[in-house]
């Protein structure tokens, strides 16, 4: 066999369709992959720790309206493409935007923390997205969220600030 064979595959030809594109890529997904090894052996220090955290996008979705499966454990999905996080905490459903409220960065879950963290100014939300520290003065954004048979639908129309509509912010989650 021959480096020419065209039955070999060729290591430089890009992979179409392969979910790991780069190695920032592969790390996410190891190091997502690790922390969830840890939270299924109970090696994650709180409840809140164990919380998984999944990429996905929506089952539908229209303009204002986007609709995910009910998640079956707790945990978080984070939709990249439309800005949303889903979680599930304690028996409850919360649709959170992605951006810290302080200055509009992508917000992370820090498995080991059991908290949301703003990578930029390092400000920390509990799951249910109420502030814990750092520079932001105000808890997690978040938005409306309503059941649909077995689904929940999160509406990004329905922006909830802490500070702007607290009657609304404290009730824009789902009890499961």
Known sequence: MSRDDPSLP?????CDGCPIEGRRDFLREALLA???AYATLG????RAAALGVRFDGPLSSGDEEHT?????TDGAMIDKDNQIILVRYEQKAYAFNLSCPHQNT?????VQDGQFQCPKHHSRYRPDGVFVSGRATRSMDRLGIRRDGANVVVDVDKFYRQDKNPAEWESAFLTL
């Open 10 to 14: 060729n290591p430089s030809a890009p």
């Open 106 to 110: 992508a917000l992370r879950w820090y």
């Open 43 to 46: 090696a994650a220090p709180a």
């Open 68 to 72: 995910y499966p009910i998640p079956a």
């Open 34 to 36: 690790v922390a969830g």
